[in-house]
């Protein structure tokens, strides 16, 4: 049987990896990373649909707070600006912003974090963080704490570790601790 020639007798050419040229192999790949840029480039700059950025509503007051806590030190749009923003809705629009995880509203008298606490307080709480407590007999770290609140004052479910109702309220606590200058174990009365 001629190699040309298939088994069934038909005709076929002898192909291979130089058959058609260089440029005939990377055609096909080609073509599909073109495909890809130029989807990218239409939904980026002529689609007309915004671009995706992680948007955080702004809260009534986050402008007065974010001037007078200093959180633009951090950046005016960074994703740790971002992250104290939505700490600060979920601290004092609780309802409104952790309704996963709370079922206290706003006819509550006390409804949001801020109903027992101060964004010191919460400073104070994160540098003074991850301490034994006798009452439960073991270490018990700020977010383990934040966790609590959820589930005791606030009437709700236990978020996980790493949610943004946990990590955001972390990441306040730290804004407002670095602008009051509080290094770890920093008391309010100054002992």
């Given amino acids: 049987m001629d190699r040309a020639e298939s088994p069934h007798g038909k005709d076929r050419k002898q192909q291979g990896p130089g058959a058609g040229g260089p440029l005939r192999q990377w055609a096909k790949p080609l073509a599909a990373v073109a495909a890809i840029a130029g989807f990218v480039l239409w939904a980026y700059f002529g689609s007309g649909i915004k671009p995706f950025r992680p948007q955080v509503s702004s809260a009534p007051g986050w402008q007065q707070f974010r001037a007078s806590y200093g959180v633009d030190d951090f950046g005016t749009d960074s994703y740790f600006t971002r992250a104290a923003q939505h700490g600060y809705n979920l601290f004092y629009f609780t309802p409104e912003y952790g309704r996963r995880f709370t079922r206290k509203t706003a006819g509550d008298s006390v409804h949001s974090c801020a109903g027992c606490h101060t964004v010191e307080d919460l ?19 700020f ?9 005791g004052p606030m009437d709700g479910f236990i978020p996980t570790l790493y949610d943004p109702a946990v990590r955001d309220i ?10 009051l200058q509080l290094s770890e174990g920093a008391r309010r009365n100054g002992s």
């Fill in 123 to 141: 400073a104070y709480g994160f540098v003074n963080s991850d301490r034994f407590d006798a009452g439960l007999g073991r270490r018990v770290s």
């Fill in 143 to 151: 977010e383990e704490r934040v966790m609590r609140c959820y589930a």
């Fill in 170 to 179: 972390r990441i306040l606590a730290r804004a407002v601790a670095h602008h």
